[in-house]
């Protein structure tokens, strides 16, 4: 019945290092062996395979043995693990909100849409999962060779905690959606994607409209509002929290929005309109008077939304000044 | 509610995970090979799985807390454990602590102890 105790070293021996193996294997056998014995001599016959089985069974399964020599028993240990998840959502994250965007800018841009959002959902899938096997590929090498302990311990600094109560952390998918929505206007804004710029009258009638000569005075300050605005984004993507430099972007953004309106108010109209065949000279009348009067008053709400914005971020400012002032904890 | 079985033996497996090593420790202080030293540690009330035992042993050698011989004995070849000079002195400390860790743990929860009583109410 040795036969099942060779097997069972054997299995032991080859997970376990070469250098140790023999000598380890060695010890086993005897304890097995001695074990045998005193369940021998207590029955006073030789034990049948089942009985020999279980003994061999209280040792344990040899995969778990052998893992028990090596010491560590995970991939990722629990001072590493707290970080792990919340590492994982973020690169996963971010990785599926670049490749979604991209899908979609790709079936905006297609003669057939649902076909081309279909072919990229591989695409998302696929860097989805090398993101995830990248950051546990990072962790595993962390945990291997570097000092978890002291890793995680130097990680943090209270004084670099994000700053929650000041105003809720943005949501990753309310982060992806603006952050879509800042490509699909930059698209537009730098005519990379045609939008449809004809509106339709009554009786049939229509005119194409198009943005009037005083956008050009601030196509270079849009488009780089534009794109402040989605780095903020993608930042809000990785720290939902808000952070001082967040926040000054933002005010930035807010009062470049603001000069942008009072540059283009300086000159009317804001728009041109072409007739198409079939319109008349009333028609293309009316037709600018209602276009431009409903930009104008968009305007005026992103203004007054902007100016709002803007004095809410600067009250922020001011409250996590106060909240870092020495005595602040003690006033509360 | 009562607590289930599980997290009952998780909690006493997470209890008794530290005074292993001490156990074993003390029971070296004479020389012993792994089937004996079971043996012995199990007729004190502290039972251990070989397939933990062992590699337990050898952790602690390779911590310098014990060392070992193969010898011939009963016509087997055998390893034979006993503490080294740093396993008394790392004995001696851990006893000190297990002994305070004792007293401070007595106070707490009294001299008769919350005991099976207390606990038995909980299960109720």
């Known amino acids: 019945m040795t036969d099942l105790v060779e097997r069972y070293l054997a299995s032991v021996e080859r997970r376990l290092p070469k250098a140790t193996a023999q000598d380890i294997t060695a010890e086993l056998r005897e304890a097995l062996l001695a074990k045998v014995d005193a369940r021998e001599a207590a029955l006073g016959r030789a034990l049948n395979a089942d009985e020999m089985a279980e003994v061999i069974k209280t040792f344990g399964a040899p995969a778990v043995v052998a893992a028990r020599y090596e010491g560590r028993m995970h991939l990722i240990g629990p001072v590493l693990y707290p970080w792990f998840w919340p590492a994982q959502r973020t690169a996963v994250g971010v990785t599926a909100a670049i490749f979604l965007v991209l899908a979609a800018i790709r079936a905006l841009a297609s003669d057939r849409p649902v076909q081309a959002m279909l072919q990229s959902a591989d695409n998302v899938i696929g860097w989805g999962l090398a993101a995830f096997a990248i950051v546990t590929l990072v962790f595993v090498l962390v945990e291997r060779m570097g000092d978890p302990v002291k890793l995680a311990e130097g990680w943090w600094d209270p004084k670099s905690l994000p700053r929650e109560h000041i105003r809720k952390p943005r949501s990753l998918f309310e982060s992806g959606i603006s952050l879509f929505f800042d490509i699909v206007f930059m698209l537009f804004w730098t005519s990379l994607l045609p939008f449809p710029n004809e509106l339709p009258l009554r009786d049939g009638a229509s005119v194409a409209v198009t943005l009037s000569p005083a956008w050009a005075a601030v196509y270079w300050p849009v488009l780089a509002l534009a794109l402040m605005a989605a780095a903020g984004h993608l930042h809000d993507m990785v720290r939902p929290a808000w952070n001082r430099l967040r926040s000054a972007l933002s005010m930035a953004g807010y009062a470049g929005g603001l000069a942008v309106v009072w540059v283009l108010l300086q000159s009317r109209p804001l728009v041109d309109v072409q007739p198409q065949p079939g319109t008349s000279a009333e028609d293309l009348e009316r037709a600018l008077l209602l276009v431009d009067g409903v930009l104008l008053v968009s305007l005026g709400i992103a203004a007054l939304v902007w100016a709002i914005a803007l004095a809410v971020e600067a009250y922020r400012q001011v409250k996590a000044t106060r909240m870092s002032e020495p005595g602040a904890t003690a006033a509360a | ?124």
């Open chain 2, 1 to 124: 509610m009562p607590i289930a079985a599980d997290i009952m033996e998780a909690l006493r497996l997470e209890l008794r995970r530290g005074t292993l090593i001490l156990a074993v420790l003390g029971t070296l202080r004479t020389e012993k090979y792994g089937y004996t030293l079971k043996t012995e540690l199990a007729g004190a009330g502290v039972d251990i799985d070989e397939g933990a035992l062992y590699p337990m042993l050898r952790r602690l050698e390779t911590q310098g807390l014990l060392v070992s011989e193969w010898r011939e004995d009963a016509r087997r070849q055998k390893r034979f454990y006993r503490l080294s000079d740093d396993g008394a002195a790392a004995l001696a400390f851990l006893t000190s602590e297990w002994r305070a860790m004792n007293a401070a743990l007595d106070s707490i929860l009294g001299s008769s102890g919350l005991g099976s009583s207390g606990l038995t109410e909980k299960r109720r």
